[in-house]
């Protein structure tokens, strides 16, 4: 395989699609020297399926505002590989959402569930609409009209949405409610759902809680103990929020949260009612994280800025995708950090990453890091099949293990000669390698 090649080809078909182009670029630069041991990997051109998505659903959502103003935006759901399972991944309701943000969602969605060691195939969805400004009926309408669309592609066995950006709990209950009106059926069709009705013990805190279980695992490996290190994070959502909850449990101090207006600098920490302030933030539909700092003295709001000029001991982007560039990266590798984690999907540029890697840093991706997330996800659809609830310990005990496990295979292929562990290279490879033989045993399909 010749990554140029490849990347040519691509390019000429989807040459408006710059993050989906930078998601495959960087898992075939990791792979492509072990995707060459495998000569009959390239016989049946697995890696021009491998990067082309199985099917893309593009449909219009028209809903009607309160006033009775009827609004029409855009809805996708990429099925993207179904090797391992059922096409699993989240719904994204936010501006931004386009067809190339969407491919490379669920691009990186195949390798991440891959590493979970649990059977689930790459997806990714949503629509191009803002949960901001909305009321709950606007809100409930447009996710009635979304799922009237989404219901015919989805079910317990071929796709299991979730919730991502924009998509918290109350909108997971109004399209799990239209999806069961329209089939007549209670199935494990999304996760996400409310302890009342299916839900998982933990899901909310689920990817916060895993990236620490993972970067914890991380120092583990360098005899570094996380106790009494600061930890400067971004955004101030779910994720956000579960990964400052568990620093503060397992003893560190998180000192920043940012949103799209700047970002909160707190030296004294924030943990117990400073963190539950968090999801007020989340839950009040702004995109502003500045009343932190009205709320909190102590507490200095730097607006427009970003908190990675920030000095800390571990940086965690927890906002969207390439948060973090090349300069950012500059000003972290400056202050000499122990640790940079990307618990946001593709929270770092392609730069930023090179960077990272180059000066030897601790770095490790969002596949891995993140992946915490959707495997509470899949937990949650285990408990949905078995018809059975389980408690905060055991899903917390399998959400380690699972940490634990995508830490070793990482281990596994991106240790280096010199003792350097290339996560990157190492969650690509372990992820690739699993969807790669379930692909060549399924024959070209």
């Not at 991502?164 to 069961?180: A, H, M, P, S, T």
């Not at 290190?229 to 994720?239: D, L």
């Not at 998180?254 to 539950?276: A, F, L, M, Q, R």
């Amino acid at each position: 395989m010749e990554v140029e090649q490849v990347m040519k080809g691509l390019m000429w078909k989807h040459s408006g699609e710059p993050e989906f182009l930078q998601a495959v670029k960087e898992v075939l630069e990791s792979i492509k020297d072990v995707y060459n041991q495998h000569p009959e990997f390239e016989k049946v051109s697995l890696i021009e399926r491998l990067v082309e998505p199985e099917r893309v659903y593009m449909f219009r959502v028209p809903w009607t505002d309160d006033k009775g103003e009827v609004h029409v935006n855009t809805g996708y759901r990429v099925q993207f590989n179904s090797a391992i399972g059922p096409y699993k991944g989240g719904l994204r309701f936010h501006p931004s959402v386009n067809l190339s943000i969407m491919k490379f969602l669920g691009f990186e969605q195949t390798f991440k569930n891959a590493l979970t060691t649990l059977p689930m195939g790459g997806g990714k969805g949503g629509a191009d609409f803002s949960p901001k400004g909305r009321s709950d009926a606007e809100i409930m309408r447009f996710c009635q009209a979304f799922m009237q669309e989404l219901y015919h592609h989805i079910g317990p066995d071929e796709d299991v949405p979730a919730g991502d950006i924009g998509v918290g709990g109350r909108e997971i209950g109004y399209l799990f409610g239209q999806y069961k009106k329209l089939t007549h059926q209670f199935q494990g069709v999304m996760t996400g759902k409310g302890m009342e009705w299916g839900g998982s013990i933990l899901r909310p805190e689920a990817t916060g809680f895993g990236a620490l279980y993972f970067v914890n695992q991380m120092l583990k490996t360098h005899d570094i103990d996380i106790k009494g290190k600061t930890v400067a994070i971004s955004g101030f959502g779910n994720v956000a929020w579960g990964a400052a909850k568990k620093v503060a449990e397992l003893g560190g101090k998180v000192i920043t949260i940012s949103g799209p207006d700047g970002y909160i600098y707190d030296p004294d920490g924030i943990c117990g009612e400073k963190n539950d302030y968090m999801l007020d933030l989340r839950n009040s539909g702004e995109d502003i994280c500045a009343p932190y700092a009205k709320e909190f003295s102590g507490a200095k709001f730097f607006e427009g800025k970003k908190p990675w000029e920030q000095k800390a001991d571990i940086y965690l982007t927890c906002a969207t995708q390439n948060e973090l560039n090349g300069d950012d990266a500059e000003k972290i590798l400056a202050n000499k950090p122990l640790c940079v984690a990307e618990v946001s999907n593709m929270g770092c540029t392609a730069e930023a990453i090179s960077k990272f890697i180059e000066a030897k840093q601790l770095f490790a991706p969002g596949k891995a890091v993140n992946a915490g997330g959707v495997a509470t996800s899949g937990l949650e659809m285990t408990q949905n099949s078995i018809h059975l609830h389980w408690s905060a310990k055991e899903v917390d005990e399998k959400l380690h293990y699972i940490m634990h496990s995508i830490h070793e295979q990482c281990v596994k292929y991106g240790k280096q000669s010199d003792g350097y562990i290339n996560y990157v290279k190492g969650a690509n490879i372990a992820g690739f390698m699993k969807v790669a033989h379930a692909m060549m045993a399924q024959g070209i399909v």
